[in-house]
């Protein structure tokens, strides 16, 4: 049972145009979204996370949109960088625990 | 200051073999999970200690698997008679109460 889906698989970006990977969960015990960045041989780090309570969130060239009723998310990342080539997941953790319920990954790769 | 710490990085062993996976939290840290990253897929959930008790152990897939963290600081998984099904990356993360999970880099499992 998938409690977070997550696509594409893959896509591929023309330096300085958007990147845009979807999530659709479907516990409503959700609160705390994340997405998280990794590089190969390297273990996740937290790119930028949002609460049911704010439609949108945005650090930098990365920015969250949520929709609560859809049950949605996604990360557009602007201007993507050949630096920013690398696995992005998107997450969910209910109010009560700590774990972290991860979607299945986005290889994106952009191209200089 | 130093991150999470995982030894060893990589570990080949044979089927029927007993592991043990060390991970080194973020000092200071109360709580410390494990994860499992099979090639291609998402970290899935394994076990999260708060101080020395595991708190959720959930995710561990049977009595082959199971964790310690006698001191509330290091942890160590450990693995009986391991499969090939077993082999993966095992991903420790620390965090601070109900905080950001920080990462380690893993521990490559390979099992022969």
């Known amino acids: 049972q998938q409690q977070v889906k997550q696509s594409p698989q893959s896509l591929i970006v023309q330096k300085g145009g958007i990147s845009i990977i979807n999530c659709a969960y479907e516990n409503t015990a959700f609160d705390y979204f994340p997405w998280y960045q990794q590089f190969p041989g390297k273990g996740p780090a937290l790119l930028i996370a949002i609460r049911p309570d704010v439609s949108e969130k945005k650090e930098g060239r990365f920015t969250i949109s949520f929709n609560k009723s859809a049950k949605q998310f996604s990360l557009h990342i602007m201007d993507s960088q050949p630096g920013d080539s690398a696995t992005y997941f998107c997450?969910?953790?209910?109010?009560?625990?700590?774990?972290?319920?991860f979607g299945g990954g986005t290889r994106v790769l952009v191209k200089p | 200051g130093a991150g999470v710490s995982q030894t060893p990085s990589n570990k080949v062993t044979e089927k029927g073999k007993y592991v043990e996976l060390r991970c080194d939290p973020i000092s200071g840290h109360t709580a410390l999970y494990w994860y499992r990253q099979s090639l291609g897929q998402g970290p899935e959930f394994l076990i999260y200690f708060q101080g020395t008790g595991a708190a959720d152990d959930s995710g561990l897939p049977n009595d082959r698997f199971f964790a310690v963290r006698p001191e509330g600081s290091v942890s160590t998984l450990k693995i009986q008679r391991t499969e090939r099904g077993d082999s993966a990356v095992y991903l420790c993360a620390s965090s601070l109460a109900t905080g950001e999970q920080f990462f380690g880099p893993g521990t490559r499992l390979t099992v022969l």
């Open positions: 997450a969910a953790r209910k109010a009560a625990g700590n774990k972290l319920t």
